[in-house]
């Protein structure tokens, strides 16, 4: 099993600053099949990027994705009220699924 | 709308069993493998089954083998996780998600999710 670990835990910026979460897998994700979701209080996930760096279908262009093989980053160029959020990567590449355990984006 | 809806959850005593259905609408189900991820309150996402499009292969985590059945109805346009020897541990919310955006991509990250439904175990 693919352990993703994520980091910071929280990360406390104001809207408007650049935000840069980072998911470390254990050992290598398959094909680069890593997804980064935003999750927000009493909502389900919402999918941003696949394939470690395709954005999903209406994402804004301020959210991007990065890395290969164990070391991924999610950068959110400029915070807007509503990123404030937990954001989730996973790896959909082998079985099983594993996410991260999530970093809180929170207001400072 | 193109839509997952989750149902038949709610309190249950440990032991006991629940079903969960996960109605999928205006978008062609029986092309889409799926899966159940659940979140126990104030806790992070977790995987806990799959099943592939016509339902002939399905896969659990270790922690759920041998209790939970997902199954799915394409009839129906319905997925199904039959939840037996439930315990506390298992209280949750369970989201049932769609591998693939459905926008003619070949990704199978979970490109759709329903509301969820929670399940709590608790005597």
């Known amino acids: 099993e693919i352990v993703l670990t994520q980091s910071p835990g929280t990360l406390s910026l104001s809207p408007g600053e650049r935000a840069i979460l980072s998911c470390r897998a254990s050992?290598?994700?398959?094909?680069?099949?890593l997804a980064w979701y935003q999750q927000k209080p009493g909502q389900a996930p919402r999918l941003l990027i696949d394939?470690?760096?395709s954005r999903a279908t209406g994402i804004p262009d301020r959210f991007s994705g990065s890395g290969s093989g164990t070391d991924f980053t999610l950068t959110i160029s400029r915070l807007e009220p509503e990123d404030f959020a937990v954001y989730y990567c996973?790896?959909?590449?082998?079985?099983?699924?594993?996410f991260g355990q999530g970093t809180k984006v929170e207001i400072k | 709308e193109v839509q997952l809806v989750e149902s038949g959850g709610g309190l249950v005593q440990p032991g006991g069993s629940l079903r969960l259905s996960c109605a999928a609408s205006r978008f062609t189900f029986s092309s889409f493998w799926m899966h159940w991820v659940r979140q126990a309150p104030g806790q992070g996402l977790v995987w806990v089954s799959r099943i592939n499009s016509d339902g002939s292969n399905t896969y659990y985590a270790d922690s759920v083998k041998g209790r939970f059945t997902i199954s799915r109805d394409n009839a129906k346009n319905t997925l199904y996780l039959q939840m037996n020897s439930l315990r506390v541990e298992d209280t949750a919310m369970y989201y049932c998600?769609?591998?693939?955006?459905?926008?003619?991509?070949?990704?199978?990250?979970?490109?759709?999710w329903g509301q969820g439904t929670m399940v709590t175990v608790s005597s």
């Open positions: 996973q790896q959909y590449g082998s079985a099983p699924r594993t």
């Open positions: 998600a769609r591998a693939g955006r459905g926008d003619g991509s070949l990704s199978t990250a979970f490109g759709m």
């Open positions: 050992q290598s994700v398959s094909s680069n099949f």
């Open positions: 394939g470690a760096s």
